[in-house]
């Protein structure tokens, strides 16, 4: 006992004391700051800022668009003038003979060719009205050949005469490929594609003339006698 009592009265003499022994800590891994917006948030907000100015834009677009004066359609093109009086046709084929009409002085239509006699009023102002409608679908640059189309040896040529003595030369050449149309060169110089149905009626009078009265051929029969049946005699000597 005696021992245990020195021992304290040295500690407390001296003005130390026996400390815990104390254990070294471990520092912890340093926390991750998580990001405010996520990568899913960013994409929505960017796909909303995106259709918020399509919506915009399609908005100004449509009141553009309301504003705007309306742009004119662009008007068919015609080989010859709205409203002019066509006064004459002739048609001739590359291979044949013409046939031509006219409007007499009492304004009355008349063949001239093959025959001078009065045509069908109704055929031949069909026929005018066609020149009228003849639409023009393409021009043809002046430059290319005119070979390339038909037009070196035109099928036909079509003379159309109008109110005051005016004349212009039709040259008619290969069909289109789509056959929607024709190539035709007008007095020599330009080169169109003209649509078929205009060409095609006009054509038509080479080989159909618009007579006033085309009278119905009769066919003729020829009576060819039947053989006998009687021997013939046998002649005596």
Known sequence: MATKKATKSTAAKSGKTTSA?????????PRQNK??????????VLLLAAAVSAAVYMNRQAEEAANAEPTPAEEAAFLFEQGALVTGIEVKP?????????RNEGKIWVLTKPDKVEADPGAAEAAASQVGALSIAAEIDSQKDPSIFG???????ITVTLEGGKTSVLEVGDSTPSETGYYVRVDGKKMYVVTSSGIDALVSLSF?????NTPTPVPTFTATPLP??????TPTP
């Not at 022994?21 to 891994?29: C, E, F, Y």
């Not at 590359?94 to 006219?102: C, M, N, Q, R, S």
């Open 21 to 29: 022994v104390r254990t070294p800590r471990t520092k912890s891994a």
């Open 35 to 44: 990001p405010v917006f996520r990568t899913g948030t960013w994409v929505t």
């Open 94 to 102: 590359a291979d044949g003979d013409p046939v031509a009409l006219e």
């Open 151 to 157: 037009l070196a040896a035109p099928s036909y040529t």
């Open 208 to 212: 159909l003339p618009p007579y006033l």
């Open 228 to 233: 006998s049946t009687t021997p013939e005699a």
